[in-house]
T-cell receptor, first 114, second 115 residues
Framework: AQSVAQPEDQVNVAEGNPLTVKCTYSVSGNPYLFWYVQYPNRGLQFLLKYITGDNLVKGSYGFEAEFNKSQTSFHLKKPSALVSDSALYFCAVRLGGSQGNLIFGKGTKLSVKP | EPEVTQTPSHQVTQMGQEVILRCVPISNHLYFYWYRQILGQKVEFLVSFYNNEISEKSEIFDDQFSVERPDGSNFTLKIRSTKLEDSAMYFC?????????????FGPGTRLTVT
């Protein structure tokens, strides 16, 4: 069965420092991987995706994520965190080539302090 | 930038009542989805919809649930007889294509509280 794990419930970072939000996945084929962000009282907002090609993908607001097939990971990163990055981050997977639904991780709360 | 919209933002209902949650997907999108998130738990897939019929549904989407696209813009989720465990945030999403590489765009959600 497909699954996504986000091992950290919360990540705390000081403003200006690099941040990493971890995600690992389990699928039986080639995955399509996504990161979404949820601000308070807002819907899930698409950040970036990995489909194929370069393992480092860049997305909105300076975020990037690195696909690592051997470690089955897709960690979200940003070189310099902003207080405004504080939100709930969700990793999601979909089996490559499918038209199926997204499978989400449980979410990681990112808190960036000034 | 086009957005998925959902109404109402919060719905309170009594157990056994019917509720209809409404969504307006992005206008040129063809695939529509409902997900739900029980407080403190994962976002879970309920159903996908294309060309006026259900494409896929999860185990959660039982006979109490139905979806409809009553006109060219709205996409609705109906729960016929609500249970306490239906209390959750319900998200509507749409995508331009059903191909797996296309991202889904989510609405802000409707918080359903069943008392």
């Amino acid at each position: 069965a497909q699954s996504v794990a986000q091992p950290e419930d919360q990540v705390n970072v000081a403003e200006g420092n690099p941040l990493t939000v971890k995600c690992t996945y389990s699928v039986s084929g080639n995955p399509y991987l996504f990161w979404y962000v949820q601000y308070p009282n807002r819907g899930l907002q698409f950040l970036l995706k990995y489909i194929t090609g370069d393992n480092l993908v860049k997305g909105s607001y300076g975020f990037e994520a690195e696909f690592n097939k051997s470690q089955t990971s897709f960690h979200l990163k940003k070189p310099s965190a902003l207080v405004s990055d504080s939100a709930l981050y969700f990793c999601a997977v979909r089996l490559g080539g499918s038209q199926g639904n997204l499978i989400f991780g449980k979410g990681t709360k990112l808190s960036v302090k000034p | 930038e086009p957005e998925v919209t959902q109404t109402p933002s919060h719905q309170v209902t009594q157990m056994g009542q019917e509720v209809i949650l409404r969504c307006v997907p992005i206008s040129n999108h063809l695939y529509f989805y409902w997900y739900r998130q029980i407080l403190g738990q994962k976002v879970e897939f309920l159903v996908s919809f294309y060309n006026n019929e259900i494409s896929e549904k999860s185990e959660i989407f039982d006979d109490q649930f139905s979806v409809e696209r009553p006109d060219g813009s709205n996409f609705t989720l109906k729960i016929r007889s609500t249970k306490l465990e239906d209390s959750a945030m319900y998200f509507c999403a749409s995508s331009e294509s059903g191909v797996g590489s296309y991202e889904q765009y989510f609405g802000p959600g409707t918080r359903l509280t069943v008392t």
